[in-house]
Protein backbone atom coordinates (compact mmCIF):
# COMPACT_ATOMS: atom_id res chain seq x y z
CA UNK A 1 0.00 0.00 0.00
CA UNK A 2 1.51 3.33 -0.81
CA UNK A 3 0.80 5.83 2.43
CA UNK A 4 0.76 9.31 0.48
CA UNK A 5 0.54 12.54 3.03
CA UNK A 6 0.01 14.98 0.15
CA UNK A 7 -2.31 16.12 -2.39
CA UNK A 8 0.45 16.47 -4.94
CA UNK A 9 1.33 12.39 -4.04
CA UNK A 10 -2.22 11.40 -4.10
CA UNK A 11 -2.80 13.02 -7.91
CA UNK A 12 0.23 11.32 -8.80
CA UNK A 13 -0.33 7.89 -7.83
CA UNK A 14 -3.83 8.10 -9.09
CA UNK A 15 -2.88 9.62 -12.82
CA UNK A 16 -4.39 8.04 -15.60
CA UNK A 17 -6.74 5.49 -13.26
CA UNK A 18 -10.37 5.44 -14.66
CA UNK A 19 -12.34 3.31 -11.92
CA UNK A 20 -11.09 4.50 -8.70
CA UNK A 21 -12.89 3.42 -5.74
CA UNK A 22 -12.73 5.41 -2.48
CA UNK A 23 -13.73 5.41 0.88
CA UNK A 24 -13.30 8.11 3.42
CA UNK A 25 -13.16 7.60 7.15
CA UNK A 26 -11.67 9.29 10.19
CA UNK A 27 -9.54 6.18 11.15
CA UNK A 28 -9.58 4.04 14.18
CA UNK A 29 -10.76 1.74 11.62
CA UNK A 30 -13.16 -1.15 12.54
CA UNK A 31 -14.84 -4.36 10.76
CA UNK A 32 -17.37 -1.51 9.89
CA UNK A 33 -14.90 0.54 7.67
CA UNK A 34 -13.19 -2.68 6.56
CA UNK A 35 -16.19 -3.94 5.21
CA UNK A 36 -16.14 -0.85 3.03
CA UNK A 37 -12.53 -1.55 1.53
CA UNK A 38 -14.38 -5.09 0.84
CA UNK A 39 -17.18 -3.18 -1.11
CA UNK A 40 -14.97 -0.72 -2.93
CA UNK A 41 -12.66 -3.33 -4.34
CA UNK A 42 -16.06 -4.96 -5.75
CA UNK A 43 -17.30 -1.76 -7.27
CA UNK A 44 -13.74 -0.37 -8.60
CA UNK A 45 -9.97 -0.73 -8.74
CA UNK A 46 -7.59 0.75 -7.90
CA UNK A 47 -8.97 1.21 -3.54
CA UNK A 48 -8.54 4.33 -1.97
CA UNK A 49 -9.16 5.11 1.76
CA UNK A 50 -8.47 8.34 3.47
CA UNK A 51 -7.82 8.99 7.25
CA UNK A 52 -8.60 12.37 7.84
CA UNK A 53 -9.65 13.30 12.00
CA UNK A 54 -12.30 16.48 10.31
CA UNK A 55 -11.89 19.34 12.38
CA UNK A 56 -14.60 21.08 11.42
CA UNK A 57 -17.20 18.70 12.44
CA UNK A 58 -16.64 18.68 15.35
CA UNK A 59 -18.72 21.10 17.75
CA UNK A 60 -17.04 23.21 20.45
CA UNK A 61 -18.30 20.68 22.84
CA UNK A 62 -17.43 17.26 20.78
CA UNK A 63 -14.24 14.71 21.51
CA UNK A 64 -12.19 16.33 18.69
CA UNK A 65 -8.54 16.30 20.73
CA UNK A 66 -9.91 13.12 22.21
CA UNK A 67 -10.78 11.31 18.90
CA UNK A 68 -8.81 8.30 18.82
CA UNK A 69 -6.05 8.54 16.32
CA UNK A 70 -4.53 5.09 16.22
CA UNK A 71 -3.19 5.11 12.35
CA UNK A 72 -0.67 2.71 12.68
CA UNK A 73 -3.06 -0.39 13.64
CA UNK A 74 -4.88 1.28 10.67
CA UNK A 75 -2.18 1.10 8.31
CA UNK A 76 -2.14 -2.98 9.22
CA UNK A 77 -5.60 -3.41 8.91
CA UNK A 78 -5.74 -1.43 5.20
CA UNK A 79 -2.48 -3.17 4.01
CA UNK A 80 -4.66 -6.81 4.60
CA UNK A 81 -7.26 -5.41 2.48
CA UNK A 82 -5.37 -4.77 0.22
CA UNK A 83 -5.84 -1.38 0.15
CA UNK A 84 -3.71 0.38 -3.14
CA UNK A 85 -3.64 4.39 -1.51
CA UNK A 86 -4.09 5.55 2.14
CA UNK A 87 -4.52 9.33 2.33
CA UNK A 88 -3.51 10.45 5.51
CA UNK A 89 -3.14 14.38 5.07
CA UNK A 90 -2.34 16.65 7.74
CA UNK A 91 -4.44 19.48 9.03
CA UNK A 92 -1.92 22.03 7.34
CA UNK A 93 -2.55 19.97 3.94
CA UNK A 94 -6.36 20.17 4.19
CA UNK A 95 -6.76 23.55 5.50
CA UNK A 96 -3.21 25.47 4.70
CA UNK A 97 -5.46 28.68 5.02
CA UNK A 98 -8.86 28.58 7.60
CA UNK A 99 -11.84 27.19 5.29
CA UNK A 100 -13.72 30.01 4.54
CA UNK A 101 -15.72 28.62 1.81
CA UNK A 102 -18.11 25.62 2.88
CA UNK A 103 -20.93 23.53 1.41
CA UNK A 104 -24.19 23.92 3.46
CA UNK A 105 -26.65 21.25 3.31
CA UNK A 106 -30.24 22.37 2.82
CA UNK A 107 -32.08 23.45 6.31
CA UNK A 108 -34.59 20.35 5.52
CA UNK A 109 -32.20 17.67 5.86
CA UNK A 110 -28.99 19.06 7.06
CA UNK A 111 -30.88 20.48 10.20
CA UNK A 112 -33.15 18.15 11.14
CA UNK A 113 -31.94 14.76 13.75
CA UNK A 114 -28.28 14.61 13.99
CA UNK A 115 -28.02 18.65 12.61
CA UNK A 116 -30.23 19.78 15.44
CA UNK A 117 -28.36 17.90 18.11
CA UNK A 118 -25.13 18.74 16.52
CA UNK A 119 -25.47 22.06 14.59
CA UNK A 120 -23.03 22.87 11.83
CA UNK A 121 -21.54 19.07 11.83
CA UNK A 122 -22.94 18.24 8.15
CA UNK A 123 -21.60 21.49 6.81
CA UNK A 124 -18.21 20.05 8.24
CA UNK A 125 -18.81 16.67 6.87
CA UNK A 126 -19.85 17.88 3.26
CA UNK A 127 -17.10 20.37 3.01
CA UNK A 128 -14.93 18.08 3.46
CA UNK A 129 -15.85 15.31 1.65
CA UNK A 130 -16.43 17.71 -1.14
CA UNK A 131 -12.71 18.72 -0.57
CA UNK A 132 -11.35 15.10 -0.79
CA UNK A 133 -13.69 14.08 -3.87
CA UNK A 134 -11.73 17.07 -5.61
CA UNK A 135 -8.30 15.56 -4.11
CA UNK A 136 -9.23 11.78 -5.13
CA UNK A 137 -11.58 11.84 -8.13
CA UNK A 138 -13.35 8.70 -7.83
CA UNK A 139 -15.43 7.44 -9.91
CA UNK A 140 -17.24 5.45 -6.96
CA UNK A 141 -17.28 6.28 -3.20
CA UNK A 142 -18.80 4.04 -0.59
CA UNK A 143 -20.87 5.36 2.71
CA UNK A 144 -22.34 2.89 5.44
CA UNK A 145 -25.52 3.09 6.32
CA UNK A 146 -25.23 3.18 9.99
CA UNK A 147 -24.36 7.15 9.22
CA UNK A 148 -27.64 7.30 7.15
CA UNK A 149 -28.32 10.69 7.14
CA UNK A 150 -24.68 11.68 5.97
CA UNK A 151 -25.26 9.21 3.33
CA UNK A 152 -28.54 10.81 2.01
CA UNK A 153 -26.62 14.12 2.21
CA UNK A 154 -23.54 13.53 0.21
CA UNK A 155 -25.58 11.75 -2.31
CA UNK A 156 -28.09 14.71 -3.16
CA UNK A 157 -24.87 17.25 -2.77
CA UNK A 158 -23.08 15.00 -5.58
CA UNK A 159 -26.10 14.88 -7.67
CA UNK A 160 -26.94 18.87 -7.47
CA UNK A 161 -23.11 19.36 -8.07
CA UNK A 162 -22.61 17.03 -10.67
CA UNK A 163 -19.88 15.67 -8.84
CA UNK A 164 -18.78 12.68 -11.27
CA UNK A 165 -19.01 9.67 -8.27
CA UNK A 166 -21.36 7.20 -7.88
CA UNK A 167 -22.84 6.42 -4.31
CA UNK A 168 -22.57 3.09 -2.90
CA UNK A 169 -24.63 2.73 0.70
CA UNK A 170 -22.81 0.05 3.05
CA UNK A 171 -25.19 -1.95 5.27
CA UNK A 172 -24.31 -1.38 8.55
CA UNK A 173 -22.07 -3.81 10.46
CA UNK A 174 -23.25 -5.56 13.94
CA UNK A 175 -21.54 -7.06 16.67
CA UNK A 176 -23.46 -10.42 17.59
CA UNK A 177 -25.88 -8.53 20.43
CA UNK A 178 -27.28 -6.31 17.41
CA UNK A 179 -24.75 -3.13 18.08
CA UNK A 180 -23.49 -1.12 15.37
CA UNK A 181 -19.92 -1.06 15.29
CA UNK A 182 -18.69 2.34 15.84
CA UNK A 183 -15.26 4.23 17.16
CA UNK A 184 -16.88 5.20 20.09
CA UNK A 185 -18.10 1.81 21.20
CA UNK A 186 -14.20 1.59 22.67
CA UNK A 187 -15.58 4.15 25.12
CA UNK A 188 -18.21 1.99 26.70
CA UNK A 189 -17.02 0.72 30.13
CA UNK A 190 -18.11 -3.45 30.55
CA UNK A 191 -21.69 -2.20 31.68
CA UNK A 192 -22.35 0.40 29.40
CA UNK A 193 -21.25 -2.02 26.58
CA UNK A 194 -24.18 -4.89 27.62
CA UNK A 195 -26.44 -1.43 28.12
CA UNK A 196 -25.64 -0.80 24.52
CA UNK A 197 -27.91 -3.47 23.11
CA UNK A 198 -30.57 -1.53 24.33
CA UNK A 199 -30.52 0.87 21.52
CA UNK A 200 -30.60 -1.65 18.29
CA UNK A 201 -33.11 -3.61 20.45
CA UNK A 202 -35.64 -0.80 20.93
CA UNK A 203 -35.42 0.43 17.43
CA UNK A 204 -35.87 -3.22 16.18
CA UNK A 205 -38.93 -3.24 18.83
CA UNK A 206 -40.18 -0.14 16.88
CA UNK A 207 -39.57 -1.24 13.29
CA UNK A 208 -41.65 -4.43 14.07
CA UNK A 209 -44.43 -2.56 15.63
CA UNK A 210 -44.51 -0.25 12.60
CA UNK A 211 -44.51 -3.35 10.21
CA UNK A 212 -47.36 -4.89 12.19
CA UNK A 213 -49.77 -1.79 12.21
CA UNK A 214 -49.25 -1.16 8.39
CA UNK A 215 -49.90 -4.72 7.78
CA UNK A 216 -52.93 -4.59 9.92
CA UNK A 217 -53.95 -1.05 7.82
CA UNK A 218 -54.33 0.32 11.80
CA UNK A 219 -51.24 2.82 11.47
CA UNK A 220 -52.23 6.42 11.75
CA UNK A 221 -49.40 8.77 11.82
CA UNK A 222 -50.89 9.47 15.75
CA UNK A 223 -49.22 6.29 16.19
CA UNK A 224 -46.11 7.24 14.28
CA UNK A 225 -45.51 9.68 17.00
CA UNK A 226 -46.33 7.27 20.04
CA UNK A 227 -44.06 5.12 18.95
CA UNK A 228 -41.33 7.06 19.03
CA UNK A 229 -42.32 8.34 22.26
CA UNK A 230 -42.72 5.12 23.81
CA UNK A 231 -39.28 3.89 22.78
CA UNK A 232 -37.52 6.75 24.01
CA UNK A 233 -39.30 6.46 27.34
CA UNK A 234 -37.72 2.60 27.16
CA UNK A 235 -34.54 3.69 26.60
CA UNK A 236 -34.47 6.62 29.34
CA UNK A 237 -36.11 4.98 31.53
CA UNK A 238 -32.54 2.54 31.53
CA UNK A 239 -30.79 5.89 32.07
CA UNK A 240 -30.03 6.73 28.76
CA UNK A 241 -30.69 10.38 27.72
CA UNK A 242 -32.16 9.94 23.91
CA UNK A 243 -31.81 12.93 21.73
CA UNK A 244 -34.09 11.09 19.17
CA UNK A 245 -36.47 7.90 18.26
CA UNK A 246 -37.91 9.16 14.79
CA UNK A 247 -39.48 6.72 12.36
CA UNK A 248 -39.08 8.88 8.57
CA UNK A 249 -39.45 8.71 5.08
CA UNK A 250 -36.12 6.92 3.97
CA UNK A 251 -36.34 9.08 0.33
CA UNK A 252 -36.21 12.75 2.58
CA UNK A 253 -35.76 11.60 6.18
CA UNK A 254 -39.13 14.06 6.04
CA UNK A 255 -41.82 13.07 8.99
CA UNK A 256 -44.08 10.49 8.07
CA UNK A 257 -47.31 11.68 6.56
CA UNK A 258 -50.53 9.30 5.99
CA UNK A 259 -49.61 8.29 2.35
CA UNK A 260 -46.45 7.13 3.35
CA UNK A 261 -48.17 3.90 5.88
CA UNK A 262 -49.35 2.07 3.28
CA UNK A 263 -46.23 0.08 2.54
CA UNK A 264 -43.48 0.10 5.64
CA UNK A 265 -40.54 0.00 3.16
CA UNK A 266 -40.81 3.56 2.21
CA UNK A 267 -39.77 4.05 6.45
CA UNK A 268 -36.78 4.40 8.73
CA UNK A 269 -36.53 4.52 12.14
CA UNK A 270 -33.56 6.57 13.32
CA UNK A 271 -32.10 6.64 16.93
CA UNK A 272 -29.31 9.00 18.87
CA UNK A 273 -28.80 8.45 22.55
CA UNK A 274 -26.48 8.98 25.65
CA UNK A 275 -25.27 6.57 27.41
CA UNK A 276 -23.42 7.79 30.24
CA UNK A 277 -20.80 9.73 28.54
CA UNK A 278 -20.86 8.23 24.81
CA UNK A 279 -23.50 9.40 22.12
CA UNK A 280 -24.67 6.50 19.95
CA UNK A 281 -26.58 6.11 16.98
CA UNK A 282 -28.29 3.95 15.35
CA UNK A 283 -31.02 3.05 12.27
CA UNK A 284 -33.16 0.41 10.70
CA UNK A 285 -34.95 0.80 7.76
CA UNK A 286 -38.64 -0.98 7.97
O1 LIG B 1 -18.23 9.15 8.38
C1 LIG B 1 -17.10 9.63 8.62
O2 LIG B 1 -16.20 8.94 9.12
C2 LIG B 1 -16.84 11.10 8.34
O3 LIG B 1 -17.97 11.87 8.55
C3 LIG B 1 -16.26 11.33 6.93
C4 LIG B 1 -17.26 10.95 5.85
C5 LIG B 1 -14.99 10.55 6.74
C6 LIG B 1 -15.94 12.82 6.74
O4 LIG B 1 -14.99 13.26 7.67
Request: aromatic share 6%; proline share 5%.
Amino acid sequence: MKIVHTIQELRAQLRGQLRTAFVPTMGNLHEGHLSLMRIAANHGDPVVASIFVNRLQFGPNEDFDKYPRTLEDDIAKLEKEGVYVLFAPDEREMYPVPQEYRISPPHDLGDILEGEFRPGFFTGVTTVVMKLFQCVQPQVSIFGKKDYQQLMIIRRMCAQFSIPTEIIPAETVREDDGLALSSRNRYLSADERREAVWLSKTLQQTADRVRQGVAQCQMTVHDVADLEAAAMQVLNHRGWKTDYIAIRRRTDLKTVEADDLSSPDRLVVLGASKLGATRLIDNLEI
